[in-house]
């Protein structure tokens, strides 16, 4: 079993910068995949970023790249640093585990184990 518990959301403005993390313990290691979905209000989840393995594969959404990184440390924490936020990025942002892979997974139901969830708001 894995356990996934988000943190970092909160209201921050136009151009602003947050940085969600996400600690996955019990039986999770740096073979993982790992990623961050987000569900805007009234919307479907959808695929933000994911990695593979301890980072040596990353895939970044197109709504998003150039502003959001993502990346994970020796301790299986992920992490999604969000440089010049916008409205749009107003969302639930989830993050999940996966099994060992070789390519990132853009699919939820690829992923195991979720998070409940953190908000982000982008707001003047």
């Known amino acids: 079993q894995v356990q996934v518990a988000e943190s970092g959301g909160g209201l921050v403005q136009p151009g602003g910068s947050l940085k969600l993390s996400c600690a996955a313990s019990?039986?999770?290691?740096?073979?993982?995949?790992m990623a961050w979905f987000r569900r805007p209000s009234g919307k479907d989840r959808e695929f933000v970023a994911g990695?593979?393995?301890?980072?040596?594969?990353t895939l970044v959404a197109d709504s998003v790249k150039g502003r959001f990184t993502i990346s994970r440390d020796a301790k299986n924490t992920l992490f999604l640093q969000m440089n010049k936020l916008e409205p749009e990025d107003t969302a639930v942002y989830y993050c999940?585990?996966?099994?060992?892979?070789?390519?990132?997974?853009?699919?939820?139901?690829?992923?195991?184990?979720w998070g409940q969830g953190t908000q982000v708001t982008v707001s003047s």
């Open positions: 999940a585990v996966g099994p060992l892979r070789n390519l990132v997974s853009r699919i939820e139901s690829e992923y195991d184990y």
């Open positions: 019990g039986r999770a290691d740096s073979r993982n995949s």
């Open positions: 990695l593979i393995w301890s980072g040596v594969g």
